[in-house]
């Protein structure tokens, strides 16, 4: 009895026991304030919801934890397991997307077994049985936990496309078999200490628990998991600027440019070397190794003769996609001639290219092309048809305006460097209104990049589209 309707009510018996939401408050914590739904099942036992930001029905897949509860580990701090920290780095997590919900199930101590149990299990541990065998020795599953009431809770407040953040694949399964799809398990593993390790080598050998990630937060990043333990400033920085990125999914649109303060991406002569410092151009590196692929115009290529590649980072280098609507990019340029990576050359219908080498291919772009340039729909249509769909168009100033003027960029990223250039080459313009109530605007981050900043712009968010 979710809702009123004897129609609802039958619905929410479909998939397991039937649960009725019974009360709504706001909870403030050290991640900020965060929605709380109070629960009844009809078995009589209480479970909570705390959820961030707008969670409804036909949303993107939202971030959502399944918290079993643990008195010992939750509220008495215990170190033989890791669940106090798991919820703490959960609550931390939603709270850093924006939106996404915990959902705290009673009834599950122990693994469903019960506290006075749970604890009488720890004492056959310390005689030296591992959890599963002291589980059964009790005349007890390994695993007795229920998850029906779970998926019609998330059923409830709309979220039936979830993202779910566990380590363990039959939480998975068990969602899955009650209706809600999952689309995506990001595991969630806090570092061992000496009084759980052995209970977290259990959990992975006999329970099929996701194992630890190699490679730090930036290659956990790469592999699109957000690291939930990062001890050191710069790895928590990274996570900070980058995590945000992975709510997009499969389809993402960055744009980014380096410019003066007066507004100049290079001199009037077009050199651009370098506008912004090394630090930016990290960044840089860092978004190309996010993308599937990076855009850039004719111009771009001809003036700089850029590589496109990821080398200030490790990470795969993206697919490079020159936009050539007359075909004027030389054949001696890098991306052209060098193949560190698959190159698309986009030409316009009236443009004539001669042979090229085996890591291009030219692709006629008929439609959306005018003496402007080539319009941001019909690219990333062409993309996305390819399995391109997290892409970063990076130059020059007016392939930038024109994918942002269309509405076409979902974060933009604009780096000021502290000099002042006078003349030359703009960055961002496009037509603008009369009156400054009518400016592009959008809520903001900024970054320090050594002696830069960068400031990115939230067009749209994932979460909330």
């Given at each position: 009895?979710v809702?009123?309707?004897?129609?609802?009510?039958?619905?929410?018996?479909?998939?397991?026991?039937?649960v009725e939401?019974?009360v709504?408050?706001v909870?403030p914590t050290?991640?900020?304030?965060?929605?709380?739904?109070?629960y009844r099942?009809?078995?009589?036992?209480?479970?909570?919801?705390l959820?961030?930001?707008?969670?409804?029905?036909d949303?993107?897949?939202?971030?959502?934890r399944l918290?079993?509860e643990?008195?010992?580990?939750?509220a008495l701090?215990?170190?033989?397991?890791?669940c106090?920290?798991?919820?703490d780095?959960a609550?931390?997590?939603?709270a850093?997307?924006?939106?996404?919900?915990?959902v705290?199930?009673?009834?599950h101590?122990?693994r469903?077994?019960g506290l006075l149990?749970?604890?009488r299990?720890?004492?056959?541990?310390?005689?030296?049985l591992?959890?599963v065998d002291?589980?059964t020795?009790?005349?007890h599953?390994?695993?007795?936990?229920?998850?029906?009431?779970?998926?019609?809770?998330?059923?409830?407040l709309?979220?039936t496309?979830?993202?779910?953040?566990?380590?363990?694949?039959?939480?998975?399964?068990?969602?899955?078999e009650?209706?809600i799809?999952?689309?995506?398990?990001q595991?969630?593993?806090?570092?061992?200490r000496?009084?759980?390790?052995?209970?977290?080598?259990?959990?992975?050998?006999?329970?099929n628990?996701?194992?630890?990630?190699a490679?730090?937060a930036?290659?956990q990043?790469?592999?699109?998991?957000v690291?939930?333990?990062?001890?050191?400033?710069?790895e928590?920085?990274?996570?900070h600027?980058?995590?945000?990125?992975?709510?997009?999914?499969?389809?993402?649109v960055?744009a980014?440019l380096g410019?003066?303060?007066?507004?100049?991406?290079?001199s009037?002569?077009?050199d651009?070397?370098?506008?912004?410092g090394?630090e930016?151009r990290?960044?840089?590196h860092?978004?190309?190794?996010i993308?599937?692929?990076?855009?850039v115009g004719?111009?771009?290529?001809?003036?700089?003769?850029?590589?496109l590649?990821v080398?200030?980072?490790s990470?795969?280098n993206?697919?490079?996609?020159?936009?050539d609507p007359?075909?004027?990019?030389?054949?001696?340029?890098?991306?052209?001639?060098?193949g560190?990576a698959?190159?698309?050359w986009l030409?316009g219908?009236?443009?004539s290219v001669?042979?090229v080498?085996?890591?291009?291919?030219?692709?006629?772009?008929?439609?959306g092309?005018?003496?402007?340039?080539?319009?941001?729909?019909?690219?990333?249509?062409?993309?996305?048809?390819?399995?391109?769909g997290?892409?970063?168009?990076?130059?020059?100033?007016?392939?930038?305006?024109?994918?942002?003027h269309?509405?076409?960029?979902?974060r933009?990223?604009?780096?000021?460097?502290?000099?002042l250039?006078g003349d030359g080459?703009?960055g961002?313009?496009?037509?603008?209104?009369?009156?400054?109530?009518?400016?592009?605007t959008?809520?903001?981050?900024?970054?320090?990049?050594g002696?830069?900043v960068?400031?990115?712009?939230t067009?749209?968010?994932a979460?909330a589209?």
């Open positions: 009895m809702s009123g309707t004897a129609a609802e009510q039958d619905w929410a018996h479909a998939g397991g026991p039937a939401r019974t709504e408050t909870l050290r991640y900020g304030p965060f929605r709380m739904i109070g099942a009809d078995t009589d036992v209480e479970h909570l919801a959820v961030r930001g707008a969670v409804e029905r949303t993107p897949a939202h971030l959502v918290h079993s643990c008195l010992t580990g939750d701090g215990s170190l033989r397991c890791d106090g920290e798991q919820l780095a609550l931390r997590m939603v850093r997307i924006g939106s996404g919900a915990v705290y199930l009673r009834g101590e122990g469903g077994i149990e749970k604890l299990a720890y004492a056959l541990q310390d005689q030296g591992d959890t002291a589980n020795v009790l005349g599953p390994a695993d007795a936990r229920d998850y029906g009431a779970a998926a019609e809770i998330l059923k409830d709309g979220l496309r979830i993202r779910l953040l566990s380590s363990n694949p039959a939480k998975q399964m068990a969602l899955e009650h209706g799809e999952v689309t995506t398990r595991s969630l593993i806090i570092p061992e000496a009084e759980n390790a052995r209970y977290l080598a259990t959990k992975q050998r006999r329970m628990h996701d194992r630890p990630v490679g730090g930036w290659q990043l790469l592999d699109g998991a690291p939930v333990w990062v001890e050191s400033p710069p928590q920085e990274l996570v600027r980058y995590a945000p990125l992975l709510q997009y999914g499969e389809q993402m960055l980014q410019l003066s303060m007066d507004g100049f991406i290079a009037r002569t077009g651009a070397e370098f506008v912004t090394e930016d990290e960044h840089l860092r978004l190309r190794a993308v599937d692929a990076v855009v004719a111009s771009t290529v001809a003036q700089d003769d850029c590589r590649t080398r200030a980072v990470g795969p993206p697919v490079r996609v020159v936009l007359h075909g004027r990019v030389p054949s001696g340029a890098y991306v052209l001639t060098e560190d698959p190159t698309l030409v219908p009236r443009a001669g042979e080498a085996s890591h291009v291919e030219v692709v006629p772009l008929r439609g092309v005018d003496d402007d340039g080539m319009d941001p729909d019909s690219v990333l249509g062409m993309l996305r048809g390819r399995g391109l997290r892409v970063l168009v990076e130059g020059g100033g007016r392939t930038v305006s024109r994918f942002v269309g509405g076409r960029v979902d933009l990223y604009l780096t000021v460097a502290p000099l250039i080459v703009p961002i313009r496009f037509d603008g209104t009369d009156a400054l109530s009518g400016a592009l959008a809520p903001a981050r900024r970054f320090l990049l002696r830069d960068c400031t990115e712009f067009f749209r968010d979460t589209s």
